[in-house]
């Protein structure tokens, strides 16, 4: 196992807080409302398992609100639901010392991955005090020792340390999240970010015969003494990759929300370009596509304009068409010089909300701020550039953007997750001054 270290002993209290960026589009953390699992996730088909830990004091059952619905029984009679303590919903798991969950098999976290859960530790720890665990080749402890929690990997053989957070309190409900991109492992505690370290493992041996626990581990035959509540793992996405606001309210059971689907850009001399995979009848498209030499740009029928701009001879519109079964390509854009497409679903009716824009000859490509019309951080802002000039290095893209479709004269970018409003934002190219505009706007959530 070759692992690089980046390991500073922070102390939480001077971190700065602030709203998590993701590579990934979405960072849902929890809905409004009770009952275990109010409002919407638009990753929730990604989520291999959900325990709210709700139910009556005493209760020995243990509902998996995934759409895997798990089957999850006690170890010992030493686990069980508590409304003593709880994060939300009026109740949570206790675990005495060593007691524990487990889990029916399933596949492992071969990509990228987000594992996270609220614990309020209680009395004496064991060393070593699993918190969740997967004890075979290839797969993974997350254990309680000395008020901190570490993850390693795990091959038998071996444990190596790929994360930790800082110091957990008894008594007090702590939000950890451990996520992966590619190599890089990042642990977070109450949302900041407490380590960030890169292995080469991917638990590629975690499969479907693998056993997890919960509050245990058979390796040490030791488990945390304590409370758990809302405990998810999401396969295939890292939710958190900066400091991030810990959700404050459970975690949702159901799709919702806008989220990213598909890109593609049909290059230099394009008029039109294929859709790329992945979409659903009813997710809309957005097209962004430029004319360099002046001369304006006609959409093929189906589509509704959101925007047109001139900027000497630039030429730039952005458009819309709610996607329908049997659609194979944008259609042809007359006069188009580069046309971009991007994918996303959970769009309101009616879709565009505010719009801004954006012209000048300049040697930076400026982006115009813009307040959503819909203030409850659901919408998602879009962004598309366009310039007079594609001989030149490819746009730029501004710090806190997401570009889904470039070329070097046409860029369509997001805010990569919900969001109330952005600033003016700036990125250059070549330093040549070129005529430039942009499009800027609001893409409501259902």
């Not at 998590?20 to 990604?46: K, V």
């Not at 530790?121 to 797969?139: D, I, K, L, R």
């Not at 626990?213 to 409370?227: C, D, I, K, S």
Request: net charge neutral; hydrophobic share 35%; aromatic share 12%.
């Amino acid at each position: 196992m070759n692992l690089t270290l980046r390991k500073t002993h922070v102390n939480p209290a001077l971190l700065s807080r602030q709203r998590g960026f993701l590579l990934n589009p979405f960072r849902f953390g929890g809905g409004g409302g009770g009952g275990g699992g109010g409002g919407s996730d638009p990753l929730f088909n990604s989520v291999s398992l959900l325990l709210h830990m709700d139910g009556s004091n005493g209760s020995d059952t243990f509902t998996d609100s995934s759409s895997f619905s798990r089957s999850v029984t006690r170890r010992t009679t030493g686990a069980y639901i508590s409304t003593a303590q709880y994060k939300f919903d009026g109740s949570s798991c206790f675990f005495e010392s060593n007691s524990g969950l487990v889990l029916s098999t399933w596949a492992g976290l071969t990509s990228d991955f987000t594992i996270e859960f609220w614990i309020n530790p209680s009395g004496t720890q064991s060393t070593n005090a699993a918190v969740f665990a997967c004890n075979t080749t290839g797969g993974f402890h997350i254990e309680f020792s000395s008020g901190v929690i570490n993850f390693y990997s795990y091959n038998f053989a071996t444990r190596d340390n790929v994360g930790y957070t800082s110091s957990i309190t008894s008594g007090v409900w702590t939000h950890v999240a451990i996520t992966r991109v590619g190599t890089t492992f990042r642990v977070f505690t109450g949302g900041l970010k407490t380590s960030e370290l890169t292995s080469s493992n991917n638990f590629g041996s975690v499969e479907v015969s693998s056993q997890y626990y919960v509050a245990y581990n058979p390796y040490f035959g030791l488990g945390f003494t304590g409370f758990i509540d809302d405990l998810r793992v999401t396969k295939g996405f890292a939710r958190y990759t900066a400091n991030f606001t810990p959700p404050s309210a459970p975690f949702p059971n159901a799709v919702g929300g806008i989220y990213f689907v598909a890109a593609a850009n049909g290059g230099w001399t394009s008029d039109s370009v294929a859709l790329p995979g992945g979409w659903s009848a009813g997710n809309i498209a957005i097209v962004s596509c430029v004319n360099v030499v002046g001369v304006n740009i006609t959409p093929p029928a189906g589509w509704t304009v959101i925007n047109s701009l001139s900027s000497g001879t630039a030429r730039i519109i952005a458009a819309y068409r709610i996607l329908q079964a049997g659609d194979t390509t944008t259609g042809t854009w007359a006069n188009a010089n580069n046309v971009g497409v991007s994918i996303y679903a959970g769009q309101a009716a009616t879709p565009i909300g505010q719009v801004e824009t954006w012209a000048a000859a300049a040697t930076s490509q400026t982006y115009p701020a813009i307040t959503c019309q819909v203030s409850n951080s659901t919408s998602w802002i879009i962004s598309c550039g366009g310039k007079n000039n594609a001989s030149v290095t490819a746009m730029g893209v501004p710090s806190g953007l997401v570009s889904r479709s470039a070329s070097n004269c046409n860029i369509l970018l997001d805010s990569g997750a919900p969001a109330n409003s952005q600033a003016l934002l700036t990125a250059g190219d070549s330093g040549t001054n070129h005529a430039r505009a942009s499009i800027v706007f609001e893409l409501k959530a259902a």
